[in-house]
């Protein structure tokens, strides 16, 4: 019955930023970890960041200063801020959520639909 909704995809230009949102309905981000993930064309999906319940967050060591992934319990809504984004990362992003912040995308219980990231000059 759980159920994530990424939003707040779009087109950028290099350099730009965006920030992301994942609402859950039927989870609450206070109990599960909920973890983002990218799927760059040519390559398999990868995980971009995590926040668990506690609100620990981790990231690929290429990505740390770049994103950061934030949470209100309160509105069941996790976040995703992506700075400096470049072409190379256009794709679709989504959230998924599981017990707690696992690297393998096989591990996560609940996933999103997906929101389009398009960085192109």
């Known amino acids: 019955q759980g159920q994530l909704v990424e939003s707040g995809g779009g087109s950028v230009q290099p350099g730009g930023s965006l920030r992301l949102t994942c609402t859950a309905s039927?989870?609450?981000?206070?109990?599960?970890?909920i973890a983002w993930f990218r799927q760059v064309s040519g390559k398999e999906r990868e995980g971009v960041a995590c926040?668990?319940?506690?609100?620990?967050?981790g990231y690929p060591e290429s990505l740390k200063d770049r994103f950061t992934v934030s949470k209100d319990n309160a509105k069941n809504t996790a976040y995703l801020q992506m700075n400096n984004l470049q072409p190379a990362v256009t794709g679709v992003y989504y959230c998924?959520?599981?017990?707690?912040?696992?690297?393998?995308?096989?591990?996560?219980?609940?996933w999103g639909q997906g929101t389009q990231v398009t960085v192109s000059s």
């Open positions: 998924a959520a599981h017990e707690t912040c696992r690297i393998d995308p096989r591990s996560y219980d609940y």
């Open positions: 039927g989870i609450g981000v206070d109990y599960l970890a």
């Open positions: 926040i668990a319940r506690s609100g620990n967050t």
